[in-house]
């Protein structure tokens, strides 16, 4: 199998003589339900028969009406919600050989030899034992006389693949698992509303967060929530933890805080194997600071609730990806997990990473902690290394320096130029901290260009940026007004400032206008600083990277109001909903936000559409209302055709579908920027800000002569911070330029086009189809060179 483009061919109706069944075992999680759907639907489409088995390994033990064949509708509305429809439980009987017969015996009689296992690592371990006892238990059923000589060589082989779904996130070999991302949702939720009571009385609240052994939950938790102090398994502190805590605690009230966080993960201990708990913690504050503390256990909140958009998403390309390994397998092949690597769902042998998994609690038993962060992976790793940054002790003003020996930092400015977008707000705390820390002064520039060119511009101190983590919008303010024209003005205010290095934080303004100034460098020399560019806006349509700031967010409101739209036509008659979203001539919030939501259909402009393509769509919702269901989705970008308006689409199917459904029609505007960043723009925001400042300082280091002038000329002096393949890349600005379409504002080349495919399987009711043997490539590479 070719992981590097993840492609895939198959047929329509191809795999009609096979059987798939799936089923959840162990702790639940939210987004189960969207696999659970993603599966069904996805062998649905190619032909195949699936089965629901309720209540996990005990369903398939007990069999009977705990396997039931899944249709379309059996997996409709339930995209959004939490937990899983079909049931959890722990079993013993599956534990002992007498329970595994019985349950091989039950998929026998329905002819199912495809299992898809979403579950934790002990659910997935159960099932390869299961697989590999396979043969002889289908003999010990042959000589009982319970199945067929025949069956037996029909069903000779059983074929499993793994989906993990943990809010916990510590199976190693997938960068998230499916039900992490909105359990930081709940997490933040809850430290939001926390933080506002403690506050207004300057209290220390303590949260203790799930996790079992794994600290990844209050890790992030604590990155995105500004928290002072966390304790997680995998960073334990030395015996006097106590005293470096109180200290941490007294100096953020000294600067003016009034209120601190502690973060304790359920499974942390000290460096001695003394277990710390939250009630430890309030101990010490109690007893030395004298502090009104309070204890927060979060508890199973953070398993309930609707799944975030990125678990959704996740989820369905998971279990998509898991239908079509299942089809494609052999007699040889090896026992897989689908996993998330970067942006692509990829296959992974189930037993290496199970046994990566337990290497982890291993390297911990020994105390190896170096060893047990590296094997839990990079995105551990970097978060790590970023919640040690933005938590050291300030060190005394006099020993402050570049280089550590008391001398005069550097000058740095930041500013924003385009839409407002959240996670702004957390890039610039994380930014000014970390450069105040290594010794720099950093100036804010309020309103963007024109906030520069009128002097709005402000020294930013530790205290300013105080509570930033969580606010939505851009305290800075933010202008979308161009440099061009105006660059003596400009250069005229660097030189006032002093200014010797320039984050610039926006969407695609940010970028052309980082490209302008840079390209101004031969005739002013106040411009031929470092310049970098952090890509923050909802539409995702900067080139150089995977995901801006602020994009994850406006998913998660999309996805959030289309529930609730469709939730206003529940126990009426059948209804359809046709909604605008955000985005310019950029399809991602339509297309992602359509995966998210269920949609059954998303109008971009990348992709081109007739009126052919929006009659075939109509009859499609009329065959779908026809057989139950009651509420359909239609998204459309802003600017996805100038002739086939929002207004014009409502017109159509609300005439078209008259005395089958009624339609409505929302155009979002506005609210899709608001809202409180998600856990994810946070964390990205403070990572990327980070990033930045150690890139500033080693450029002007590396281009500042014996006279403090900095003269940087070199393309890879003015970039772009973006996350590319799981890597977090500078890109000179002018190696984007051939990958932009400028006059649409959108890469040539958008990685999430590949989804498109998926969308239309998982929303098509099978009667939609009219092309037998169509072929469908899922997660293609795709590019937008055609409509550039």
Request: net charge neutral; proline share 3%; with cysteine.
């Amino acid at each position: 199998m070719n992981t590097d483009n993840n492609q895939r061919f198959l047929a329509r109706g191809s795999q009609r003589d096979k059987g798939l069944a799936v089923f959840t075992s162990g702790g639940d999680s939210q987004g189960m339900n969207a696999a659970v759907r993603a599966c069904v639907r996805m062998a649905i489409y190619l032909g195949c028969k699936a089965y629901f088995i309720r209540e996990g390994y005990q369903g398939m033990v007990d069999g009977g009406e705990y396997i039931q064949e899944a249709n379309w509708a059996s997996v409709s509305s339930i995209i959004h919600r939490g937990g899983t429809i079909i049931g959890s439980a722990r079993c013993k009987d599956f534990r002992e050989r007498a329970g595994r017969l019985k349950a091989a015996n039950n998929l026998i009689q329905r002819g199912i030899t495809n299992l898809v296992v979403i579950g934790g690592d002990g659910s997935l371990t159960g099932a390869n034992l299961f697989r590999q006892e396979w043969s002889s238990l289908l003999e010990e059923l042959l000589k009982d006389g319970t199945i067929t000589e025949e069956q037996r060589k029909k069903f000779d082989v059983l074929h499993i693949v793994g989906l993990v779904g943990s809010i916990d996130n510590d199976f190693c070999g997938t960068d998230m698992t499916i039900g992490t991302d909105s359990a930081l949702h709940r997490i933040i939720e809850a430290i939001d509303a926390i933080s506002s009571t403690a506050y207004s009385h300057q209290r220390t609240f303590i949260m203790e967060v799930m996790g079992r052994h794994c600290g990844y939950l209050a890790l992030v938790g604590g990155l995105a929530s500004e928290a002072d102090f966390i304790f997680i398994p995998e960073m334990p502190p030395k015996t006097d933890w106590p005293d470096r805590l109180c200290v941490q605690l007294a100096q953020e009230r000294s600067a003016g805080q009034r209120l601190n966080i502690v973060i304790v993960a359920e499974g942390a201990m000290d460096r001695e194997g003394n277990p710390i708990t939250a009630e430890h913690v309030k101990k010490v504050i109690d007893d030395r600071l004298k502090h009104d503390a309070r204890i927060t256990v979060l508890g199973h909140v953070q398993r309930g609730g609707n799944p975030s958009a990125f678990d959704r998403i996740l989820a369905c390309r998971m279990g998509a990806e898991a239908t079509l390994a299942l089809m494609e397998a052999t007699e040889e092949s090896v026992p897989v997990v689908i996993s998330l690597d970067g942006n692509q769902a990829v296959r992974v042998p189930l037993m290496e990473c199970v046994e990566r998994t337990q290497a982890v609690a291993k390297a911990m038993a020994e105390r190896r902690w170096a060893d047990a962060v590296k094997l839990r992976g990079r995105s551990f790793e970097r978060n790590l290394e970023t919640y040690k940054m933005l938590t050291r002790l300030k060190p005394p003003k006099e020993s402050l320096g570049v280089d550590g020996k008391g001398i005069e930092g550097y000058r740095l400015a930041v500013m924003h130029i385009g839409a407002p977008a959240c996670g702004m707000n957390a890039a610039v705390r994380s930014f000014v901290r970390n450069a105040i820390y290594r010794g720099d002064v950093v100036y804010g520039v309020h309103d963007g260009v024109e906030g520069l060119i009128a002097g709005n511009v402000r020294e930013l101190n530790w205290s300013d940026v105080s509570g930033w983590v969580g606010q939505g919008g851009a305290y800075l303010g933010t202008k979308r007004t161009l440099p061009e024209g105006k660059f003596k003005e400009i250069a005229a205010r660097l030189k006032e400032f002093k200014i010797q290095g320039l984050l610039i934080i926006g969407g695609f303004e940010s970028y052309h206008a980082a490209g302008q100034i840079s390209d101004q460098r031969d005739n002013y020399p106040e411009f031929c600083i470092p310049i970098v560019v952090i890509p923050s806006t909802i539409s995702n349509n900067v080139p150089g990277t995977e995901f801006s700031l602020g994009c994850d967010t406006g998913l998660n409101e999309i996805t959030e109001i289309c529930d609730r739209i469709r939730q206003s036509a529940q126990g009426t008659k059948r209804r359809v909903f046709v909604i605008e979203t955000m985005g310019g001539y950029c399809g991602y919030l339509a297309t992602l936000a359509g995966l998210a939501g269920g949609a059954d259909a998303a109008y971009i402009y990348e992709e081109k559409f007739s009126i052919k393509d929006l009659q075939q769509d109509v009859y499609h919702m009329a065959s779908k209302m026809a057989e139950g269901v009651a509420r359909g989705l239609i998204l459309r970008n802003e600017k996805a055709s100038e002739n086939y308006s929002t207004d014009f689409i409502y017109r159509l199917y609300s005439e078209e579908g008259k005395g089958l459904f009624t339609c409505r029609m929302n155009i979002l505007g506005h609210m899709q920027q608001g809202g409180s960043p998600t856990p994810f723009d946070r964390n990205m925001g403070t990572k990327m800000a980070a990033k930045c400042v150690d890139w500033l300082a080693t450029q002007i280091k590396g281009n500042i002569d014996g006279n403090g002038v900095i003269n940087c000329k070199s393309p890879d002096t003015a970039t772009l911070l973006g996350i590319v393949s799981r890597q977090y890349r500078f890109t000179p600005l002018v190696d984007l330029i051939g990958e932009t379409n400028f006059d649409q504002r959108i890469p040539k080349k958008q990685w999430w086009l590949r989804l498109r495919p998926l969308l239309r399987i998982l929303a098509k009711h099978d009667s939609a189809y009219e092309e037998e043997g169509m072929y469908i490539t899922v997660e293609e590479e795709c590019d937008t060179d055609a409509v550039a």
